[in-house]
């Protein structure tokens, strides 16, 4: 995993890296907000973690232009402003996740890690399973030459199974990425959409597609 530290604290930099390195991480650091809004622009990174606090460019402007400029990467705010206003200010300027100083490393690589299983796919990808098309940046998904009318969850929930075509996908990680990350998964929100899900994508359609493993999670994939 790739990873653009945007961190003024060098000491507090140098911490996060090795550790990061130690755990098979590739970390480039940035100390000022605007050099590493140009290496986020110019860089292939898998997740950004930054301060608040920085010089040359502020880290909410960082999460802005970013978001404006249509950058999907998955955010890490890690700082010291442990307000409720700067938290919610944070997620809403298009971070990922929120954590306060002083933390715990292992939760620190925890959040790094899950937010890593979010890479974004790129605007050309189209992902198929069978005669099912899904186009991610276009919102679109088809199967057979039919175009499919899907809720926005619904869409990702299809987007996040699609990629991980044959592969378990359990319930947590659902919970974690198409709703939120203290999202309970043992909720029955997540079985009525799947169970939604299916009716779209496989109700008049062989061979059926979306498959769930009792106690485990949910697999599409195309089954002989």
Known sequence: ?????????????????????????VVDLAYRGDDGLHL????????????????????????????????RLPILFLTARDLV???????EAGADDYLVKPFAF????ARVRALGRRAPLRN????????????????????G????????????LLVLLAARSGTVVSRTVIAEQVWDMNFDSNA???DVAVRR???????????????TNRGIGYVLEERN
């Open 106 to 109: 292992s939760e620190f690589l």
């Open 197 to 211: 899900l299916r009716a779209k994508i496989d109700d008049g359609f062989e061979p059926k597609l979306l498959h």
């Open 85 to 91: 206003a700067d938290r919610v200010r944070g997620l």
């Open 1 to 25: 995993m790739r990873i653009l530290l945007i961190e003024d604290d060098k000491d507090a930099a140098a911490y996060l890296q090795t550790g990061l390195t130690e755990n098979g991480c």
């Open 188 to 190: 029955n929100v997540i």
């Open 145 to 156: 030459g039919r175009r499919l009318q899907l809720s926005p969850q619904e869409f990702n």
């Open 40 to 71: 986020a622009r110019t860089g292939d990174y898998d997740v950004i973690v930054l301060d608040v606090m920085l010089p040359g460019l502020d880290g909410w402007s960082v999460v802005e232009s970013l978001r404006n400029e249509a950058c």
């Open 124 to 143: 050309d990808d189209v992902l198929r399973v069978a005669d099912l098309t899904i186009e991610p940046a276009a919102r679109k998904a088809s199967r």
